[in-house]
């Protein structure tokens, strides 16, 4: 079969392979290694047809690809309509990559309730694909509110001690935030007659809906809130700290790596997307928010005595950079902010991991417990090592070219943006290789530490291939920017537009 | 002979419809017949309750039941092949009362599947059960078919009563008799207020038929009476729909009364209540009664929701989430009439669906003397029987509205009519409740799984006709859930056909863009 064959189905297939496993795995006895073997498979079959996407994706093409397009209930009119552009496509391969690593890092720490276990994961796996394919704005929501059951259940089920404070917290904040991107979609489609988001933005940007102007702002707003929490944006952010704490690993990776995107892509795409104009003046205060999380996320990591607490908040702080890039409306920004997101969804994704071996050994995330462990387990650190640099942004490793392209996308709006930014960087190399130095460097403060185990086969094959990612991602950015360029240009056409009528006549 | 025609015409326009001038032909049973069918069943039971002998007869008076309600609803398609008005004009078959007689003869059906069990766990040994439950089931069918408002008025009596009743049905719990008692007291006293609303939109209109009364108020000026009949027959219906500010029975009544009948009493009548009052608010078009609806709607979303946060038992949680469904689905109430409707008559189906089946689950558990209905009891039932949580687990996310069951679209389509009438306040604290309201629902999933018991509470295996009940209530659920198009579709047409033909003058291009959207 050639590669056109697979084009209208290749999306569903990504996008339902995951539920269907999980599915299947209902049927079968609880025989735990059986299970974990199996959703392995799975993941992996995942990650493999997902690759299709890129390999066939046409970088020259700003527009959709790989579109399928069916009525599914005639009366609302809402349509099976997925499509990825240069955008959602890394997403979701950065969702699939890291959902077979999230199976192997589970595979010894999660002992009870093994097959519930990976049969949320295998759910939330496509609930979020489902979020970054979606073009139809009534399955975008569908998708959107059904990640939250898999992954409030994971962290309620699977996580520590506070787990059901947390998981109450993550759910209430998330879905009291996306009830008023509700509201904005069900009055888009009342005006609009539709819930296509490729209909819905040629009629506005052709200035066809009636009371438009009137409502913008609060349209605007209401998909703000819903993205600003699950960023999580200052002043937005108190659910994260617990959630991530509270999580059990590959929960936090996924909702570090994958989760937290679905808020800066939301904001990417339809904030930007749809409401061009209320972006421009709404730009100075949300860049302005953005600002606040770097600077604040990276003070409050720095002084966190709690290793994944630290990791969380650097979540903040990263993230603003994000939304940063995207709200300085430049091409670099933009780019930048794309590939911060991925960037930080590997090495974020990997911290976590790291965290969680740790903690599985020692059963604690106290820094304090810690230190000199360079000798005892030279294999784990040496891979932090990897990784605390990459988030650091360290150049030739990925974190570096995002936050770079962001902060010059940024310096190109105002200077003062930039300049601010870029203390960001400096704070996080300070919470990061602190943070490093106390766990690793020195002797070994605690006798317990010395008996600890290095990284297991098993962990290896899960955290490796984050640094090897992030390893190449750095060298060659080229390979992932030369699908986003496209798309980015495209997202930013209307945005040029609207800026030329503001100064304008 | 001429003038004959047109004396029987201006006859029939006065007080008493002309009995004499024909008797009801077989067409008109046709149109009742699944009222009958269900009266017949319901007498069977009755006489056959004592000759059985009590171990045995349970079983069987409950299978008669059964029986009866499928009748109904084969009543009902035979119904469905000959629609139009019947018995001078007191009942009307159309595509309105046909979706509400299959929606709460099924609820009868599945509630007497989940009372098998109860009533043999309760040992409550009484044939009559099943033969109110029928004859309330007479009642509410004849609430959604009558356009008369007498007529309507003694549907409503016909369904409360025997509702009255069922909800002392644990005799020797004081509970129960108090839940009946208050039942009874403040039922009576509303639904004398829809009687004198009735009274009232008499003297004003001189008819009690809903298209001539609204003929007469299209006429001419409205008359002040027909404003305050209008505020008194909501308020009767408000109380039969638990919507505040008339809700304060509700918890009381849901905490005492037996299980499944709470699951009864909360679908089916409620149900029923609603027609009626889809029919009297869109048929009887009065302004002003817009502000009623809005007020009534956001007070029971908003009070409902917040009292259900502090309950402890899963009944009185239950019975304010129900306050809450009501003020949902009063939203639609207050869209435009076509959009409304449709939106309105999928609420209810998805919300019978849901909360029948919840209060399965809920009467199953519940055990011997209704021993575990706290929250607590709850704890650790995900790991003590994983399928009955998964199960009530659905329900409860379809009540919070979370995609791929049928509250989701429910709620969708509610809100999604309320903003297309340009009600965006109301629909502000419409969503900005559901947000609030996943709270409670998910208190008791936190309970099922992220606790461990600490109390030995004892969960025996599911018996056949309650799974039975369950599997129907899921498949409800995830097929509104999954597959909207067909139920909500044919919702639209039945709307359409209501309010085209009591106000035609309604702008007709409206309607078809309903939820529908152009295309």
């Known amino acids: 079969m050639s590669a056109d064959t697979w084009r209208p189905y290749i999306l569903t297939l990504v996008t339902f392979a995951p539920l269907l496993g999980g599915l299947l795995l209902i049927l079968f006895p609880r025989r735990d290694r059986d299970i974990r073997i199996f959703a392995l498979v799975i993941s992996l079959l995942t990650f493999v047809l997902s690759l299709h996407l890129p390999v066939y994706f046409d970088r020259a093409q700003a527009d959709f690809q790989y579109q399928v397009d069916r009525q599914w209930v005639s009366a609302p009119n809402i349509h099976y309509h997925m499509g990825v552009d240069g955008i959602s496509l890394w997403l979701v391969v950065l969702t699939t990559f890291l959902t077979p690593l999230c199976v192997l890092i589970s595979w010894k720490s999660i002992h009870g309730r093994v097959k519930e276990f990976f049969i949320l994961l295998l759910i939330l796996e496509t609930a979020l694909i489902g979020v970054f394919v979606s073009l139809d704005l009534f399955l975008f929501y569908f998708f959107w509110e059904a990640t939250l059951i898999p992954m409030a259940l994971l962290i309620g089920i699977f996580g520590h001690e506070r787990k059901v404070y947390a998981a109450v917290k993550f759910f209430m904040y998330t879905m009291i935030g996306s009830v008023f991107m509700l509201a904005a979609i069900l009055w888009l489609y009342a005006h609009t007659g539709s819930f296509d988001f490729v209909t819905i933005r040629e009629r506005i940007a052709s200035g066809a809906v009636l009371k438009f102007p009137a409502a913008a702002q609060w349209l605007f707003l209401g998909f703000f809130l819903a993205f600003a929490v699950k960023v999580p944006l200052f002043p937005f952010h108190t659910w994260l700290p617990d959630a991530h704490v509270e999580a059990p690993t590959a929960g936090s990776v996924l909702l570090a790596g994958v989760l937290l995107k679905m808020g800066t892509y939301g904001l990417l795409r339809f904030n930007l997307g749809l409401f061009p104009e209320q972006s421009r003046q709404n730009a100075w205060w949300v860049m302005t928010l953005a600002l606040i999380g770097i600077i604040y996320g990276a003070l409050v990591a720095m002084v966190q005595p709690n290793m994944k607490k630290l990791i969380a908040y650097s979540s903040v702080s990263h993230l603003g950079f994000v939304v940063l890039g995207i709200f300085s409306f430049t091409q670099a920004g933009l780019n930048g902010a794309m590939f911060v997101m991925l960037a930080h969804g590997v090495s974020t994704g990997a911290l976590f991991m790291l965290a969680g071996i740790l903690h599985e050994r020692r059963h604690t995330y106290e820094i304090s417990e810690f230190g000199g462990l360079a000798s005892p387990v030279p294999v784990y650190a040496a891979t932090y090592l990897v990784i605390v640099l990459a988030s650091a942004g360290l150049p030739l490793l990925n974190g570096f070219i995002g936050e770079f392209l962001v902060l010059s996308g940024a310096f190109q709006d105002k200077a003062v943006y930039g300049i601010l930014g870029a203390t960001g960087i400096i704070w996080s190399a300070v919470y990061l290789l602190w943070m490093y130095q106390r766990v690793f460097y020195g002797k070994v403060t605690h006798a317990v530490n010395n008996s600890l185990s290095d990284l297991s086969g098993f962990e290896k094959v899960a955290i490796w291939p984050c640094a090897a990612a992030a390893l190449v991602m750095g060298v060659a950015p080229i390979l992932w920017l030369a699908a986003i360029d496209p798309a980015v240009q495209a997202a930013l056409n209307p945005l040029v537009r609207v800026a030329s009528r503001m100064v304008g006549p | ?519």
């Open chain 2, 1 to 519: 002979m001429i003038s004959e025609t047109a004396l029987s015409q201006t006859m029939l326009a006065t007080i008493v419809p002309a009995f004499s001038q024909s008797l009801p032909q077989a067409a008109d049973y046709v149109r009742i017949l699944p009222e009958i069918v269900l009266s017949v069943f319901g007498m069977i039971v009755m006489v056959l309750e004592p000759l059985l002998d009590e171990e045995t007869g349970q079983k069987i008076l409950g299978v008669i039941a059964l029986l009866g309600t499928l009748a109904g609803l084969g009543a009902t398609w035979l119904m469905a092949q000959s629609p139009g008005l019947a018995f001078w004009n007191m009942v009307q078959v159309d595509g309105f009362s046909i979706f509400f007689h299959v929606l709460v003869i099924a609820i009868a059906a599945v509630v007497i599947l989940s009372s098998y069990e109860y009533m043999a766990v309760q040992r409550i040994r009484a044939g009559e059960y099943y033969a109110l439950i029928l004859f309330g089931v007479v009642g509410m069918a004849l609430m959604s078919s009558a356009i008369e408002l007498v007529l309507i008025f003694i549907a409503l009596e016909i369904s409360s009563i025997s509702s009255y009743v069922l909800a002392g049905f644990r005799r020797n719990d004081a509970a129960s008799a108090e839940a009946s008692l208050k039942y009874f007291l403040l039922g009576s006293f509303a639904t004398a207020f829809f009687l004198y609303g009735v009274a009232l939109m008499f003297g004003a209109t001189g008819s009690t038929n809903i298209a001539r009364i609204s003929q007469a108020l299209q006429a001419g000026p409205i008359p002040l009476p027909a404003y305050v009949a209008v505020a008194f027959m909501f308020v009767g219906l408000g109380f039969k729909v638990a919507a505040a500010p008339f809700h304060v029975w509700t918890p009381d009544v849901y905490e005492g009364a037996p299980a499944p009948v709470v699951g009864f009493m909360s679908t089916a009548p409620k149900a029923a209540a609603f027609a009626v009052l889809l029919r009297v608010v869109f048929v009887i078009d009065v302004p002003g009664i817009f502000w009623i609806i809005w007020v009534a709607a956001a007070l029971s979303m908003t009070l409902g929701n917040v009292s259900a946060m502090v309950q402890d038992n899963v009944k009185r949680l239950l019975a304010y989430s129900s306050i809450a469904h009501a003020g949902y689905l009063l939203v639609a109430f207050a869209a435009a009439p076509a959009i409304g409707t449709s939106a309105a008559m999928f609420y209810t189906a998805a919300y019978a669906a849901t909360n029948l089946g919840a209060f399965a689950v809920v009467t199953h558990f519940a055990n011997a003397g209704e021993r575990y209905v706290t929250l607590e009891d709850y704890e650790g039932l995900g790991r003590s029987s994983p399928l009955l949580a998964a199960t009530l687990t659905v329900f409860l996310l379809s009540l919070i509205g979370i995609p791929m069951t049928g509250g989701f679209f429910a709620k969708f389509y509610v809100f999604s009519a309320a903003v297309k009438a340009n009600l965006i306040w109301l629909t502000v604290i419409g969503v900005l409740n559901s947000g609030i309201g996943a709270y409670y629902y998910l208190r008791i999933i936190v309970m099922m799984y992220m606790r461990e018991s600490r109390k030995e509470v004892p969960v025996t295996p599911v018996p056949f006709a309650l799974a039975l009940a369950l599997a129907a209530c899921m498949a409800a659920t995830l097929y509104l859930g999954l597959f909207p198009g067909g139920v909500l579709q044919y919702a639209q047409d039945s709307a359409q056909q209501l309010v085209g033909r009591a106000r035609p003058n309604l702008p007709s291009s409206t309607p078809t863009s309903a939820i529908a959207g152009t295309p």
